[in-house]
């Protein structure tokens, strides 16, 4: 029997806690893992390495090779690698100390795309040193800019729309986002993340981020298209609480906002946490809006830190993606 085909959208701790619960459906399911990652990170290191060097901001894309990092000691310890961050000497930090605060993964894959002139061969070459169990790609070769109309910015201007700029400004903005933009316009879509969509027996969209980290591949006319041609069923995951990002938004105005940047779009199941879900009827027919079914599951960490539990979201997973197998 072939193996499942699933392709996860995202970026940061959402897509990470997503593939790790695909690691988790291993062995209930044989999956063939592709994770579409982001690249509109302006913040932290990445953000520095994009304003000094150019090229794709490597942290999303880290993120999601740790997370399909083998289980081999030698690959967990180069995974353990990637993800260390170097303190500042002394306390210090600044002109005075460049390495501070960079993950050394991103500095790896950042070296990897200078050496080997193209990140997708960059990120395959990672993913072979940490064992990876699925291949990570960008969702557009160059590197993007997320721009959002958003209202009340200004706490003094409640009623002033103004546009927010960047990544990590949309992601900590205290307004209303109203609309959602990329900068360019139409970004052109990874060739190879088009070709999985295009094979793939499941689409899988959050949970994470969902104007930062979920939206964006939906404006990526090429990927967008890919998604909407594709014969693979779609799956969303909700988030358990709403983000900074997302404030006053409630779980069927996340799923309405994908059908507001893609009306095209289809989706067949949508699953939520349980005890995340106040009004299940408001979900229900949110989903069904969609042509989605909802699926109620416990998949929250149990110590009450808005977090998904990667093995209960793996076992949620299991009967859903293999339920034509």
Request: hydrophobic letters at 45%; a negative charge.
């Amino acid at each position: 029997m072939t193996p499942t085909r699933v392709v996860a959208f995202g970026g940061g701790h959402g897509l990470s806690a997503s593939l790790r619960a695909l690691r988790h459906c291993v062995p209930g399911l044989d999956l063939d893992i592709t994770a579409v990652v982001t690249v509109g990170d302006d913040g932290g290191s990445s953000g520095r390495l994009r304003a000094e060097r150019g090229g794709l901001p490597p942290g999303d894309l880290r993120q999601a090779l740790v997370a399909l990092a083998g289980d081999h000691p030698a690959t967990r310890r180069s995974a353990a690698l990637f993800q260390h961050r170097f303190a500042a000497l002394g306390g210090g930090g600044g002109a005075a100390d460049p390495l501070a605060g960079h993950a050394v993964g991103n500095l790896l894959l950042h070296g990897l795309t200078e050496l080997l002139g193209d990140p997708v061969v960059a990120l395959d070459h990672a993913g072979a040193m940490l064992g990876a169990v699925g291949r990570v790609l960008p969702m557009s070769r160059q590197p993007v800019g997320i721009e959002a109309r958003v209202r009340g910015a200004d706490p003094d201007r409640p009623d002033e729309v103004r546009t927010v700029r960047g990544q990590h400004q949309v992601a900590v903005t205290s307004g209303t986002v109203e609309s959602l933009r990329l900068t360019p316009a139409a970004p052109a879509a990874c060739a190879e993340a088009v070709t999985a969509v295009g094979a793939a027996d499941w689409l899988i969209f959050g949970p994470g981020s969902w104007y930062t980290s979920v939206l964006p591949h939906l404006l990526v006319p090429g990927l967008a298209d890919a998604i909407v041609s594709s014969p693979a069923r779609r799956l969303v995951t909700l988030n358990l609480v709403a983000e900074k990002e997302t404030l006053g938004l409630s779980l069927p105005d996340h799923l309405d906002t994908l059908r507001r940047y893609l009306p095209e779009l289809k989706v067949d199941m949508v699953l939520a946490d349980s005890k995340a879900v106040a009004d299940p009827v408001a979900v229900e027919r949110a989903a069904e809006s969609l042509g989605a079914r909802l699926v109620l599951a416990p998949v929250a960490v149990t110590d009450g830190t808005p977090r998904h539990d990667p093995a209960a979201l793996g076992a949620a997973l299991v009967p859903v993606l293999g339920a034509d197998r």
